[in-house]
């Protein structure tokens, strides 16, 4: 651990409730000028959460920390991305968004486009979003096309469309995604006054953990020691891990249900510069993990644990001491058809409303 002591100008002076959004918060990291018009609603500036079940499972004086990203205005890291890239698609005079998405990406894409007065098109792969996710790009006013086949054929028909037509692209691609996403990096430098030993970060396109590495470089001085990116899949989503594509993904992770992820080559550099691993764990232990959380209060969603999944596979290969950051990159309540199915609450039902009854039930 080094101590980092650059700080942004604007970064956590507007902590408590003065806020401004990231986009004024870092705009000296950010390709923004005073031309550019900010469509924000606050994103960014999420807690950083010390994780004691978890620092206790590692043991050996590891500090394990949660970024909890699910906190941005629609609930997840995306909206990092999307206030940048909204705000630079108005200013260069573009009408209407368009993005293929597993379901958070339109979330956000449609509440930032209404927001900034914009038209959203968004394609999602039928019967794979959860519901949490569709309800709010519907509620947004996107206009929204389930299409019968996956996030990868989904997202080259908008690339497409995108060429041809007066649209503009808002998947990771988007090189201002990148940019914005890579604020919370600089969050967690600024919170922990220093650079964690690693980021674990779920993979799906892999932009995030693309945004991050760019973050912790922009953001650290120079020869300070970067963390090894973890990046982690799911074991029927793994192309990255395996270095193939994936024709049929599958898993319980929606999120991360991508089987020919559109930044492969950049999460490669990711992974050689910062002498990280990718690795891929099982949907049983994504469940694992995400009990685990929400019995520490944290709820987020499937994809999200991923990270959590893999710290803890990599238990004995963490050296003593080490501060480890995993990024939880989306709320639970995205995805309740998931939590209701998994998880060891006791819930009993059709019971008679009488004190004697129910006082016998709680076992007094
Ligand atoms: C988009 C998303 C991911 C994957 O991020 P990439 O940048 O595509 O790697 C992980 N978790 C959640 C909840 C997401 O919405």
Redesign the pocket.
């Known amino acids: 651990m080094i101590l980092n002591t650059i700080k942004s100008k604007f970064s956590r002076k507007f902590k408590k409730n003065n806020w401004p959004g990231l986009i004024e918060a870092y705009k000296s990291h950010l390709p923004v000028d005073s031309k550019t018009p900010i469509i924000t609603l606050k994103e960014g500036n999420t807690p950083l959460i010390f994780s004691e079940k978890l620092s206790k499972i590692i043991g050996n004086d590891t500090q394990i920390y949660l970024k909890y990203d699910g906190l941005n205005p629609t609930g997840?890291?995306?909206d990092r991305g999307m206030t940048m890239a909204i705000s630079k698609a108005k200013e260069e005079g573009c009408e209407a968004v368009i993005c293929a998405s597993?379901g958070?990406?339109s979330a956000s894409a449609a509440a930032y486009a209404t927001r900034g007065g914009l038209k959203s098109y968004v394609l999602i792969p039928d019967g794979f979003v959860a519901q949490g996710k569709l309800a709010q790009a519907l509620m947004y006013g996107a206009e929204v096309l389930s299409i019968k086949g996956n996030f990868d054929d989904a997202l080259k028909i908008v690339q497409d469309l995108s060429n041809k037509f007066p649209i503009t692209l808002v998947n990771?691609v988007n090189p201002y995604r990148i940019e914005g996403q890579k604020t919370a990096a600089f969050e967690i430098v600024d919170d922990l006054s220093c650079t964690p030993d690693w980021l674990c970060i779920?993979?799906?396109?892999?932009?995030?953990?693309t945004a991050y590495w760019k973050g912790f470089q922009e953001y650290s001085k120079k020869n300070q020691k970067l963390p090894k990116m973890m990046g982690f899949q799911a074991s029927g989503s793994a192309p990255l891990v395996n270095n193939i594509i994936v024709k049929n993904p599958d898993t319980i992770a929606t999120?991360?249900r991508?089987g020919n992820p559109v930044n492969r080559e950049k999460a490669k550099v990711v992974k050689k510069e910062s002498k990280g691993d990718f690795q891929s764990v099982t949907d049983t232990e994504i469940i694992e993990s995400y009990k685990l959380l929400a019995k520490e209060g944290i709820f987020c969603?499937p994809?999200?644990a991923a990270s959590v999944a893999g710290l803890i596979k990599n238990k004995n290969r963490i050296k003593k001491e080490s501060t480890i950051v995993c990024v939880l990159?989306?709320n639970g309540l995205k995805d309740p058809d998931c939590a209701i199915k998994n998880n060891d609450a006791m819930f009993q039902q059709n019971i008679e409303p009488s004190l004697k009854n129910i006082s016998k039930k709680l076992g007094y």
């Open positions: 997840s890291f995306k597993t958070n990406t990771s779920p993979m799906g396109n892999a932009g995030n953990i999120a991360i991508i969603e994809a999200s990159t989306g």
